[in-house]
């Protein structure tokens, strides 16, 4: 799986990569709604992301399967304090945690299959400790029909991968800071205490 994605960071070809920190997560540091410690970014590219919450103060560990996108984050010159990681999350699992918060911008919407989307979810949770957060931007199934952009995921493909062992407690509508500003969750979410329970029967 690394290859497909290194090629791409090789070739330059990552629109999904701009560089520049994903505004959306500049709310979230504005509106401190990820609790301030330990972080995890997955799928982190150049590193925008991570040296946005290094810079406000985090301690970031940030995992991409794409060693030349890794190679990169590590040669900026803001990288230093930041543990930049090779790392394939669903061959290898996780870095050891546990994290006070996890972030990943466009992971979650990379697989098809609802075992896959659940099995990451369940991966992110084994990894935050109990009361961690993770903020998860994913395509979205709003706005009109397009050829090119994010994958899309609906509502209902969020649910039913977080739960059990994580607590919905923001699910929006908004958009990917692209050019063409794709339609985008902004799925936060809370490792709980006690699995959701069984819905009831009558």
Wanted: net charge negative; hydrophobic share 40%.
């Amino acid at each position: 799986m690394t290859r497909p994605w290194d090629d791409h960071y090789r070739a330059e070809e990552t629109p999904w990569d701009s560089g520049r920190p994903e505004p959306l997560f500049e709310q979230a540091i504005a509106s401190a709604v990820l609790p301030k410690s330990r972080l995890l970014e997955i799928g982190c590219g150049t590193g925008a992301n991570a040296r946005l919450f290094s810079h406000a103060g985090y301690d970031v560990v940030a995992v991409d399967l794409s060693p030349t996108a890794i190679e990169k984050a590590r040669s900026h010159p803001e990288a230093d304090g930041i543990e930049f990681v090779v790392r394939d999350v669903m061959a290898d699992g996780l870095p050891a945690g546990p994290f006070d918060a996890v972030i990943d911008r466009g992971c979650f919407h990379t697989f098809q299959e609802a075992d896959e989307q659940h099995r990451f979810a369940a991966l992110v949770a084994g990894a935050l400790r109990v009361g961690g957060c993770w903020l998860s931007l994913i395509g979205s199934t709003e706005g009109p029909a397009r050829e090119v952009g994010p994958p899309r995921r609906s509502a209902r493909d969020v649910i039913l991968a977080i739960e059990p062992e994580l607590e919905l407690i923001e699910l929006r509508a908004d958009h990917f800071s692209r050019e063409d500003r794709p339609a985008v969750w902004w799925c936060l979410s809370r490792k709980r205490a006690v699995p959701a329970q069984p819905s009831t029967r009558h």
